[in-house]
């Protein structure tokens, strides 16, 4: 058994008649995917205003919850230092 190998290399790498129908399948694959509507972009357009108008309600109201968290810490610290006047005071009588 003899090996040629540049006569193999030569077979693999003659020109061959592509299989029938190469043409249209490697035309579909590099095709333009086909152009979205207007109406369907309008729909995304409007899911995605959607989705930022939740977002910022969200936001929104955890702003107002730390507003609030502020708010009763510093009655709190108004509280406190009241009473530690008065116990101060109280300490000196």
Do not use: C, H
């Amino acid at each position: 058994m003899n090996f040629d190998f540049e006569q193999e290399l030569k077979n693999a790498l003659e020109r061959k008649e592509p299989a029938k129908g190469f043409t249209e399948r490697v035309m579909r694959q590099v095709a333009p995917p086909p152009r979205r509507s207007m109406r369907g972009l309008a729909s995304l357009a409007a899911a995605a205003s959607l989705f930022v108008g939740m977002f910022g309600v969200v936001r929104y109201q955890e702003y107002r919850k730390g507003e609030q968290a502020k708010q009763q810490l510093m009655l709190a610290l108004r509280i406190t230092a009241r009473t530690l006047d008065t116990v101060e005071r109280k300490l000196r009588d």
